[in-house]
């Protein structure tokens, strides 16, 4: 069994930026994909960014790229989403989710486990 837990969620001001961190503890695979998705509220869940294993194959939403960057750090079980230019639209709150096989990373349906969550506000 496979747990996640998020943190580095706050407050930032927009232009700022912010680090989030997943750690996955127990039985961590080759096979995983680690996902990142949001929900703001009143919105569904969407999906942010997913790295596999090798960190050789990350997607993100076009709403975050060229500003996100995700990177793992397998030796340390980690997973990051490095948050720049941080705009209002990004408020939610950030989980962190795992998937053994995932042939959509964009899809939460393909993500077995998922952290807590931690939020993630930007105003001024």
């Known amino acids: 069994q496979v747990h996640l837990l998020e943190s580095g969620g706050g407050l930032v001001q927009p232009g700022g930026s912010l680090r989030l961190s997943c750690a996955a503890s127990?039985?961590?695979?080759?096979?995983?994909?680690i996902g990142w998705f949001r929900q703001a509220p009143g919105n569904e869940r969407e999906f942010v960014s997913a790295?596999?294993?090798?960190?050789?194959?990350?997607v993100y939403a076009d709403s975050v790229k060229g500003r996100f960057t995700t990177s793992r750090d397998n030796a340390k079980n980690m997973v990051y989403l490095q948050m720049s230019s941080l705009k209002d639209e990004d408020t939610a709150v950030y989980f962190c989710?795992?998937?053994?096989?995932?042939?959509?990373?964009?899809?939460?349906?393909?993500?077995?486990?998922w952290g807590q969550g931690t939020q993630v506000t930007v105003s001024s």
């Open positions: 989710a795992a998937g053994a096989g995932v042939l959509n990373y964009k899809s939460s349906s393909w993500y077995d486990l």
């Open positions: 790295i596999n294993w090798s960190g050789n194959n990350i």
């Open positions: 127990g039985r961590t695979s080759t096979s995983l994909v």
